[in-house]
């Protein structure tokens, strides 16, 4: 697949990917043969989404790409994520968030918050009101 002009030849690398969940954290591991950590990049470049590239050159024929956007599960902190490279295998951990968090950013978006407390208070005066009632 050579190019008589002299260019390189791209190949797109599809790396294995695995998703991984504990009680506490998601985890993303990527496995990259031969590649090298400051060729890769990960960023969150809009809400919701990691991005993850990766480009080397093989040869003077030859050059590797790898690149994908992946959609993240809604319930993680994304102030705390975690990035470590080692044995060709990237891991981005990724903490859930507590309940008192999640309220927290439902409460900064607007949105109301139904944390077990108040749905319990609810009831108790929907009760007040249907025994007012009879």
């Not at 960023?43 to 050159?57: C, D, K």
């Not at 993680?76 to 080692?86: C, R, W």
Request: charged letters at 35%; hydrophobic letters at 30%; one cysteine or more.
């Amino acid at each position: 697949m050579g190019d008589i002009r002299g260019a390189r030849t791209v190949e797109e690398l599809v790396p294995h990917l695995n998703w991984i969940e504990d009680l506490m954290k998601h985890y993303l591991l990527v496995h990259l043969p031969g590649c090298r950590k400051e060729e890769m990049e990960v960023g969150l470049a809009y809400p919701g989404y990691v991005t993850i590239s990766e480009e080397r050159i093989v040869n003077d024929k030859k050059c590797t790409y790898f690149g994908q956007a992946l959609k993240l599960p809604e319930n993680l902190d994304m102030k705390k994520v975690g990035q470590s490279f080692e044995d060709e295998i990237l891991t981005l951990t990724f903490p859930k968030r507590t309940e008192e968090e999640e309220e927290e950013e439902e409460n900064k978006n607007g949105n109301p918050s139904t944390t077990k407390k108040s749905l319990q208070e609810e009831k108790e005066k929907q009760k007040e009101v249907s025994n007012e009632q009879n």
